[in-house]
C-alpha cells in the first residue's frame, strides 16, 4: 500500500493551494513520513470510511466557493493525486446476531477542494472488520444516483459496462468505489452496507469497526455542525442475562428485552471519531451454553424449508482441554519463498512452543518430495521442541512443486496409531492442484472407516493462487477448522489465530437430538466441528417441520465422559436471520458445488447471492448509473439505449484456484501487490521541458492547426520555411566546407 499512501501524500501537499474560509490552515501530511514506505501506508492508509477527490489536473484544486487565486498549475499527475475529503455527517448502524455483526454506514462528504466550473472522479473507500463481506453500496450525487446489484456472471452484456477497474477490494476487507465526473462543491452521499464476524475473547463477544477519522477530514466548525450518529442492536441469541463489558463511545440503552438489547449514541461534536468503535458484552454463564434460534423461509427464498442456527458457546470456566497429537504439513514449493514461507516458520515455532506436557507432535514438508522432521511423533518437551525449530531454519527452503496427497497420507499414517489423544492436522499451502477431488474423497474414506478417533484436518491458504474452497471442504470433512491470509503481512498472526482455534478442543463429536423431531434436517457444514475453547461454534441450515421447546447436545469431554447441553429454542420474528447466515451458507455450498460439479447446486448458491445480495463464485457484482431526473422520452429503437450504465467491480472473488501459476512457482499469489486502479506514483511531470513535450503531441498539433484562421496558417508556413532554410544553409555548409571554422 506504498503507492496509496504517496497519493494521498500528493493530495494533501496540492490541498495546501486551498485557503479556506476562517483562515484554517491547510492539513499537513503527518509527521513521520520520512521513516520509510511501512510507516508511510500504516499513517495513511484508511481506517475509517474515507472519500478521495482523485486529482489529475493540479489547476483544478481550489475552494469551490471562494477562488484562492493561487498561481495556476501546469502539467497532469498520472497515476493520479488523492485528497480526502471533508465529512459533513455520519451515522452507523450495527446489528449484532450470533457471531457476526451486520453493518450499516451512511456518510456524507462534499468536494471542498475542486473549483465549481470544474470536476474529477471521486473514490470511496470503506474499511470493513473480521472477515468483512461486502453487501451492497449506494451512492448518490445531485441527480445521479449509483447503486451495487449482484448478477449472474452470463448477464453481462457488453453495451453498458463502464470502464474497468472502477472498484472493488483495493486490498482486503477494504471496498472501493469510484464516481466518475463529480462537480466542485457537490455533496457525496453514500450508504455502505456490509457483513462481519464477531471477535471471541475468554467469555467475550466483541464487535470492532473501524472508526478511527483522521483530522483533515473535519470541515470548519462556523460552516457545518458535524453530527454523529451510532445505533447497536444486540441478540446474543440465548435465554440468558447479557452482560456488558466495554465500549468506545458513549451508548444510552434504549430498550432491553430478554437476550436482546438497544443502544443509542446521537450528538454534536466538535471533531470526528479518533478511536475505532468497540463494543464487547458477554452471556452469563461460566460454563457451557447455547440455543437455537429458527425463523420460516422468506416468501421469495426457492427453498421452502424454514431456517435454523445452532449457536454454542465454550464460557468463561477452566474447562479442561483435549490432550492432542498434532503434525505440521507445511507447503515449502518454490513459489512460497520470501515472505511467506518465513512467516509460516515463525507462526509454526510459535505454535510448537504453545503444546504442553503430554502433546505429541512432528512436521511434514512437501514440495515434490517429502520431508519429515522424525519417523515417528515425538513426544513435547524442551528439547524436542528446539530440535524441531532448529530442523525448521534449516530445511523450509523454497523449492520445487506441488503435492498435497503424498504429505496428508503420510500423516494420517503417522497418526493411525495414537491413543487417549485428539489426532490433528494443520496443512498451510498456497497452490492448486490436480488431484484435489481425489484428495477430498480418499480423505472421507479414510476418516469415516476411523470413526470418532479419527484425525481433525485443519487447512489453511495462502495467497490466491490455491483453492480455497478445496480447502474449505477438506476442513469440513475432517472436522476442522478453514482459515486465509491473501496479504503477507498477516499470515503469521492469522496462522497463530488458526491453529489457537483448532487445537483448544474442550468438547469433541458433537451430535443434535432434533431430527427424531423433524421431517427433514439439513445442515450447510458436511459435519459439526467440535466446540474451541477459543472460539463459539455456529452451525446453520434448513428444517422442515416443528422444532420442540428445547434439544439436547451431547459430546466427548476431554475425560471422554459424555455431556449434554440444553439448547432453547427461539423463534425469531423481528429480524430476517437468513441476513446473518447467507454468506457462510453460500461459502460452504459453493465448496460442496465444486467437489460434486453439481450443476442444480450451483444455481441454489446463484439464487442465494442474487436475492440477498451476497456475492458468490457464481455471480457478479456491478455499480448501476440511474440519473434521477430524467425526462421520460419515447423509448429508442436501439437495444439496451435506455439500461443504467454498468459498472463492473473487480477483485471481490477467490475464485477456484490457478493450478498453471502453481506449476510455474509463481511468487504473486497475494493481493496485496497491486491495487486495483495501479495507484502507482511517479515523479510529476514537472519544468519546461516536460510541458513543452506534452503540448506536442500528434493529437494537440492536429486539433491547433483545424483551429487556426487563414492568416495563421500562412504566417505559420512561413516560419517553417524560413527555419527549414536555415537547416539547408547549415547542413550545405557542413558538408561543403567540412565543419571548419572560416
Known amino acids: 500500500m506504498e503507492d496509496f499512501a504517496r497519493a494521498v501524500e500528493d493530495g494533501l501537499k496540492l490541498s495546501k493551494r486551498l485557503v479556506l474560509p476562517g483562515g484554517l490552515p491547510p492539513p499537513r501530511p503527518p509527521a513521520g513520513m520520512e521513516r520509510g514506505p511501512d510507516a508511510a501506508a500504516a499513517l495513511l492508509l484508511p481506517s475509517a470510511p474515507m472519500a ?24 497532469r499527475l498520472d497515476p493520479p493525486a488523492l485528497i480526502p475529503l471533508q ?86 476487507h477494504m471496498f472501493c468505489l469510484t464516481i466518475p465526473q463529480v462537480e466542485g462543491g457537490a455533496d457525496i452521499l453514500a450508504t455502505v452496507k456490509w457483513s462481519q464476524k464477531l471477535h471471541y475473547d475468554n467469555g467475550r463477544l466483541l464487535v470492532d469497526i473501524p472508526f ?89 427464498d426457492s427453498d421452502d424449508r424454514d431456517w435454523f442456527s445452532i449457536f454454542l458457546l465454550p464460557g468463561n470456566g477452566n474447562r ?94 503417522l497418526l493411525s496409531s495414537v491413543h487417549d489423544v485428539l489426532p490433528q492436522i494443520f496443512l498451510m499451502t498456497d497452490g492448486s492442484v490436480d488431484d484435489e477431488h481425489d484428495i477430498c474423497q480418499t480423505m472421507q474414506t479414510e476418516l469415516i472407516s476411523r470413526g470418532s478417533k ?16 478445496f480447502l474449505r471442504m477438506l476442513a469440513s470433512i475432517g472436522k476442522g477448522h478453514y482459515d486465509a491470509a491473501v496479504e503477507t503481512g498477516s499470515v503469521e498472526s492469522r496462522i497463530l489465530k488458526w491453529f489457537k482455534k483448532a487445537s483448544n478442543t474442550v468438547v469433541a463429536n458433537i451430535s443434535i437430538d432434533a431430527t427424531k423431531y423433524l421431517d427433514d434436517f439439513e445442515v450447510d457444514s458436511e459435519y459439526i466441528p467440535d466446540i474451541s475453547a477459543e472460539s463459539p461454534l455456529c452451525v446453520s441450515g434448513k428444517y422442515r417441520g416443528k422444532f420442540p421447546e428445547t434439544v439436547i447436545a451431547k ?47 450451483e444455481r441454489k448458491v446463484m439464487r442465494l447471492s442474487i436475492q440477498h445480495s451476497v456475492l458468490s463464485e457464481y455471480t457478479s457484482m456491478v455499480a448501476l448509473q440511474t440519473n434521477l431526473d430524467a425526462p421520460q422520452k419515447v423509448k429508442q429503437k436501439q437495444k439496451g439505449a435506455n439500461e443504467p450504465l454498468r459498472i463492473p467491480l473487480h477483485g471481490l472473488k477467490l475464485g477456484f484456484g490457478d493450478k498453471a501459476a502453481t506449476r510455474e512457482n509463481l511468487l504473486a499469489g497475494f493481493g496485496n501487490e497491486k491495487p486495483p486502479e495501479m495507484l502507482k506514483i511517479f515523479k510529476k511531470a514537472g519544468g519546461c521541458c516536460s510541458r513543452v513535450a506534452d503540448c506536442l503531441c500528434c493529437m494537440c498539433c492536429i486539433k491547433a492547426c483545424n483551429r487556426m484562421n487563414d492568416q495563421c496558417a500562412i504566417m505559420m508556413a512561413q516560419i517553417c520555411a524560413a527555419l527549414s532554410c536555415l537547416g539547408c544553409y547549415e547542413c550545405c555548409a557542413e558538408v561543403c566546407c567540412g565543419g571548419s571554422e572560416s
Request: negative net charge; aromatic residues 8%; contains cysteine.
Open 87 to 172: 465529512m459533513k455527517e455520519i451515522d452507523l448502524a450495527v446489528d449484532c446476531a450470533l457471531d457476526v455483526a451486520a453493518v450499516t454506514l451512511r456518510a456524507r462528504w462534499w468536494l471542498h477542494c475542486i473549483t465549481r466550473s470544474r470536476d474529477c472522479d471521486v473514490r470511496l473507500i470503506v474499511p470493513m472488520g473480521e472477515q468483512g463481506s461486502i453487501l451492497g453500496a449506494e451512492v448518490t450525487i445531485g441527480r445521479r444516483s449509483y447503486n451495487t446489484q449482484v448478477i449472474e456472471v452470463e448477464d453481462q452484456s457488453m453495451e453498458n459496462i463502464g470502464k474497468a477497474d472502477s472498484g472493488g477490494l483495493l486490498k482486503p
Open 212 to 300: 478511527r477519522f483522521p483530522y483533515y477530514v473535519n470541515p470548519l466548525p462556523k460552516v457545518f455542525m458535524k453530527r454523529e450518529k451510532i445505533q447497536l442492536a444486540v441478540n446474543s441469541g440465548f435465554s440468558k442475562e447479557v452482560l456488558l463489558q466495554g465500549t468506545s463511545h458513549p451508548l444510552k440503552e434504549k430498550a432491553r428485552q430478554g437476550e436482546k438489547l438497544s443502544f443509542l449514541h446521537e450528538a454534536i461534536v466538535e471533531s470526528w471519531s479518533s478511536k475505532d468503535f468497540t463494543f464487547s458484552y458477554s452471556v452469563y454463564s461460566g460454563n457451557l451454553s447455547g440455543g437455537i434460534l429458527v425463523q420460516p423461509s422468506p416468501s421469495q
Open 320 to 413: 479442561k482441554v483435549f490432550k492432542k497429537a498434532v503434525v505440521f504439513v507445511v507447503d515449502t514449493s518454490g513459489s512460497m519463498q520470501g515472505k511467506p514461507l518465513e512467516n509460516v516458520n515463525n507462526a509454526v515455532s510459535t505454535a510448537l512452543s504453545e503444546l504442553v506436557q503430554g502433546d505429541y507432535f512432528n512436521i511434514v514438508t512437501f514440495n515434490d518430495e517429502l520431508h519429515s522432521f522424525a519417523s515417528c511423533l515425538e513426544k513435547v518437551n524442551e528439547k524436542t521442541i528446539a530440535g524441531a525449530i532448529d530442523w525448521m531454519n534449516q530445511n523450509f527452503v523454497a523449492e520445487g512443486g506441488t503435492d498435497i496427497m503424498h504429505p496428508l497420507s503420510e500423516a494420517m499414517a
Open 52 to 75: 478521495y477527490a482523485v486529482v489529475s489536473d493540479p489547476g483544478s484544486v481550489d475552494t469551490p466557493d471562494v477562488p484562492s487565486y493561487q498561481p495556476y498549475v501546469y502539467g
Open 555 to 601: 459430546g466427548n469431554l476431554a475425560d471422554m465422559t459424555e455431556i449434554s447441553i440444553e439448547l432453547k429454542v427461539q423463534h425469531v420474528i423481528d429480524k430476517p436471520l437468513d441476513n446473518f447466515l447467507v454468506a457462510q451458507q453460500i461459502a460452504l455450498l459453493t465448496a460442496k458445488a465444486w467437489l460434486s460439479a453439481d450443476k442444480q447446486l
Open 454 to 469: 479419527s484425525p481433525r484436518i485443519s487447512t489453511f491458504g495462502l495467497g490466491v493462487y490455491c483453492n480455497h474452497y
